[in-house]
């Protein structure tokens, strides 16, 4: 070190700090490095201080100031012709090589073990600088290590490792808890120290956190030895160790070693501290009993294993009995279910289903009833269902027979219209709909009602438990149905959609014919407006009242029957008024607004509006009703007048006559055949005059006038006989005005 301002430029002594008192063994580690230092080096040292001597006694040609000093000593460090490290102080400065040398010069001072913070008293130099330096060290040099902030030489290591060896040798075992306390290390630092150096320093054998002389490991064994000879009950392994202070590891240890080497037959049932230890005469008792009651029984159970002190019930039957077959609370011999094999077998050949119980022994419960079929071999109980309810064994063959007869039941319930028929995919739309509307309290309710999946599985349960009546328990019924429930719910919907197609299949054809009369309908009626057309204004106030109630009501009937969405058999009648507006609530909201016009003007007498609104309502119900051609519907006029003229010929009404007779006489003027009441005749025959010649008017008047008093005249009286006779003569002079012009 060099001073920096008025000290002399004499190195200082590292020895000027004191040391830290050392353990005896490193005074005299340090003793003897002391003797080789006075030996070698002292020769060396007094000749450089007689160069010394010899120096400072010539005199300076030069002499340096002190702040000349400083200034060299900062222009040197500003040219980074040299490195140096200031004190605390800031009247002396080192070199870093100096300042690693120091470290080590005091860790080996200090016994090998120091304190990092320890460092910067004694050296005088800023801590962050010592812990770079020190970090250097480490990396540098393996022998030196750095743990928990000190700074530890393996030489030190090498005597903490003599030390525990010679007092391992003394206690002939240590805890990894005395050595902590004692050497300030951690459990794992210190395993570390002891795991290295064991087998070479350290004479001894490392448990857990324990270490043993051979000879400790040696004398324990040897009183195991005699506690086991004198065992004659299965005694626990922790407490035989708390008793005669033996350590767990070491007599689990000592026991597996014995009985490998067969001195003593000992064995060890369990793990860890709760293992048992059963002396061979106590184990010799157990097999003896438990062969005996097997050989008996043919089974033995848990409860009898538990009673003779069997702990490990697996490894002992697997040891005694390698053939014997497991169930959850027994052991079985196989001789013993083959018996219950055959037993099951000749059961379900008889009756299709066996119960299992009352064939295993006595002690069996339900619980055994699953693993004694598993074990089994028999190739007719591999093929059966179940377990049921833990007892039932039912053939496939009989679990077959039930389907289908339940199948056929179902189909009979369904042509009795007792068979649940929507299907979950109608259900949805209508849930989703619901949803949409926000309608929060029909949801609540459809959510209390019954869905129609359990109405159909209700249904189809108690057609599968009347045929399982007399055929299978009854407890096993629920349980075998678990089997069936998904095929019989298939076959149930398969039956209900092939009703619900063929139900559409006559709804499409129904709805097909309904249009074709609609439209058969509508072309009658366009035959019959043509008259109206061609009347004077108070013959089509009454002819388009009659056509209205005679075909326009039908017309709207069948329109509205084909436009309403109402399901078929919630339709009312639709021969009703009412009935008709239920029907139209009940059709698309672009189409009800015609239809309701239309039902209005069936109670009015104006055709012709009728007809108009009659046009657009077919057109937005999506009815089409072609046009019929001119020629087409004029044939169909003729050959209307010409069944209604041959009506007139063979009638013999008069009144009839007269009405068939107006008909004829309106066509043949008009060219159009009217469709009416008998209260439009006089109508017609008005409208019809331009056909009549003056006599046959008279003709017409009189038996006009004639047919009137007849019709109001009193039933059996004298008058209306007369004028019955009288009418009935001149129908020949009527049929002759209505008959066509002769060719």
Do not use: W
Not at 287 to 301: H, K, L, P, R
Not at 311 to 324: C, E, G, L, S
Not at 325 to 350: H, N, Q, R
Not at 542 to 559: E, F
């Amino acid at each position: 070190r060099q001073t920096r301002r008025g000290a002399s430029c004499v190195p200082r002594s590292p020895s000027s700090h004191p040391p830290r008192p050392a353990s005896p063994e490193l005074a005299a580690d340090k003793a003897r490095d002391y003797y080789i230092f006075e030996n070698y080096i002292m020769d060396d040292i007094l000749k450089l201080q007689a160069e010394l001597a010899a120096v400072q006694a010539q005199e300076s040609a030069h002499r340096l100031s002190e702040r000349n000093c400083v200034e060299l000593i900062l222009k040197l460090r500003e040219l980074k012709l040299v490195d140096i490290v200031y004190t605390q102080s800031g009247r002396e400065y080192v070199t870093p090589k100096q300042v690693v040398k120091e470290i080590r010069k005091t860790l080996s001072s200090h016994g090998g073990r120091l304190n990092v913070v320890d460092l910067q008293p004694l050296l005088g130099i800023d801590i962050s600088f010592i812990e770079s330096k020190v970090d250097e060290i480490v990396k540098e040099d393996d022998s030196i290590r750095l743990v928990e902030g000190e700074l530890i030489s393996d030489e030190y290591l090498d005597s903490v490792a003599y030390e525990i060896n010679d007092a391992l040798a003394e206690a002939g075992q240590l805890s990894f808890g005395q050595l902590t306390k004692r050497l300030g290390f951690s459990d794992s630092f210190l395993r570390e120290i002891i795991e290295s150096r064991l087998g070479s320093i350290i004479k001894g054998t490392l448990e857990r956190t324990e270490l043993f002389t051979d000879a400790f490991i040696l004398r324990m064994k040897s009183r195991i030895r005699g506690v086991l000879f004198a065992l004659t009950r299965p005694t626990n392994v922790s407490t035989i160790a708390k008793r005669f202070g033996f350590k767990e590891s070491i007599l689990i240890a000592a026991v597996q070693e014995f009985s490998a080497q067969k001195v003593i037959e000992v064995s060890l049932q369990g793990r860890g501290g709760g293992a048992t230890l059963v002396p061979p005469i106590y184990a010799k008792m157990q097999e003896n009993q438990a062969s005996s009651f097997v050989q008996q029984n043919g089974y033995i159970d848990l409860d009898a294993l538990h009673r003779l002190g069997v702990n490990n019930h697996k490894k002992f039957m697997k040891d005694m009995f390698p053939n014997a077959i497991p169930l959850s609370t027994v052991y079985i011999t196989e001789t013993t279910l083959e018996t219950v094999e055959g037993l099951a077998v000749e059961e379900i050949s008889s009756r299709g289903f066996a119960d299992i119980p009352p064939l295993l022994p006595s002690v069996c419960d339900a619980s055994d009833v699953a693993p004694a079929i598993s074990a089994s071999n028999a190739e007719m109980l591999k093929n059966c269902v179940g377990p049921l309810e833990d007892r039932y064994l039912v053939a496939n063959t009989l679990l077959n027979d039930l389907e289908k007869e339940t199948e056929a039941a179902l189909r009979e319930l369904h042509s009795a219209g007792k068979l649940p028929t929507v299907s979950p995919s109608a259900e949805q739309p209508a849930e989703d709909e619901s949803r949409k509307k926000g309608k929060k309290s029909k949801k609540r309710e459809s959510a209390k009602k019954p869905s129609s999946n359990e109405g159909l599985r209700k249904v189809i349960f108690d057609a599968f438990t009347k045929v399982c009546s007399k055929k299978v328990p009854n407890d096993a019924v629920s349980s075998l149905f678990g089997y069936v429930r998904h095929s019989l719910e298939k076959s149930a919907t398969s039956i209900a959609e092939e009703t619900l197609v063929l139900r559409d299949r006559g709804a499409r054809k129904e709805r097909e014919q309904r249009e074709k009369d609609l439209v058969d309908l509508v072309h009658v009626f366009t035959m019959y407006l043509r008259a109206v057309e061609c009347a004077s204004e108070d013959t089509q106030e009454v002819l388009g009242r009659h056509l209205i109630r005679t075909h326009g009501v039908p017309i709207a009937t069948n329109l509205i029957h084909v436009s309403s969405d109402v399901p078929e058999d919630e339709l009312g009648d639709l021969s009703s008024q009412k009935g008709r507006k239920s029907a139209i609530e009940g059709c698309r909201p672009d189409t009800r607004s015609l239809l309701e016009e239309l039902e209005r003007v069936c109670t009015s007498s104006d055709a012709l509006q009728f007809n108009k609104v009659l046009e657009e309502a077919l057109e937005t119900c999506g009815v089409f009703v072609r046009a019929a051609d001119k020629k087409a519907e004029r044939s169909q006029a003729f050959a209307a007048m010409k069944t209604e003229s041959a009506a007139l010929e063979n009638e013999t009404d008069p009144a009839v006559a007269l009405h068939r007779l107006a008909n004829v006489l309106f066509f043949k003027a008009k060219k159009a055949l009217p469709c009416s009441p008998a209260r439009a005749v006089p109508h017609l025959l008005r409208d019809a005059a331009e056909v009549v010649t003056d006599e046959q008017r008279e003709v017409l008047d009189k038996f006009a006038e004639d047919v009137v008093a007849f019709l109001t005249a009193e039933d059996d009286s004298e008058e209306k006989a007369s004028l019955r006779a009288s009418l009935e003569e001149r129908l020949g002079k009527i049929r002759e005005i209505g008959a066509p012009p002769k060719r």
